[in-house]
């Protein structure tokens, strides 16, 4: 399932400084509303979103969307980072939220959101799991647990947010080029 919604064209490149949270400890929630879906996304330059499934394939249907909504919005310059940011997001939410225990009762338990605002591009994903992202402390033979390292040293900011009546939204942007 996709949904895009209008969209404001705009062109340029580069991005911001990478900052981000890359510790190991869990991230605290995003006090602002911002990032959550409170705001109006046809106000801000455009949405999109996808709804997947939660197999293991999801992350490369999750680049193909970013590459379709990026390219829509007149910004494939974002696609390489964009690619990153959506696979450990979307890697997380099934890997670690969708796991045993997690709730049932979604034909798509997670969902990819791109918002474009005015000066940068949003991508969220929101998985039924309340749990908080955990960055770990990955040393040099580890085989995992540098994903929210990665999201960090890409992006602009990330955070996440709980979501109603469960589960979280995790998010993170990317500066419009120019």
Not at 88 to 116: C, I, K, M, Q
Request: contains cysteine; negative net charge; hydrophobic residues 35%.
């Amino acid at each position: 399932m996709t949904i895009h919604l209008p969209h404001r064209v705009s062109s340029g490149t580069g991005h911001g400084e990478a900052i981000g949270h890359a510790g190991t400890e869990a991230v605290a929630p995003a006090r602002s509303t911002e990032f959550c879906g409170h705001a109006p996304p046809c106000a801000l330059g455009g949405f999109a979103a996808c709804g997947l499934d939660g197999d293991p394939r999801n992350a490369g249907q999750a680049r193909r969307f970013v590459s379709a909504t990026l390219d829509g919005w007149s910004l494939p310059v974002l696609t390489g980072d964009m690619h990153l940011l959506v696979t450990e997001l979307v890697t997380n939410a099934v890997r670690h939220a969708l796991g045993p225990g997690a709730p049932e009762g979604s034909d798509y338990p997670v969902w990819l959101g791109l918002f474009r605002h005015p000066r940068h591009v949003v991508c969220a994903v929101t998985d039924p799991s309340p749990e908080p992202p955990r960055p770990r402390a990955a040393d040099a033979s580890s085989s995992g647990g540098r994903g929210l390292a990665l999201v960090g040293a890409l992006c602009d900011s990330w955070s996440w947010c709980p979501t109603e009546p469960r589960g979280k939204t995790v998010w993170a942007t990317l500066s419009l080029p120019g």
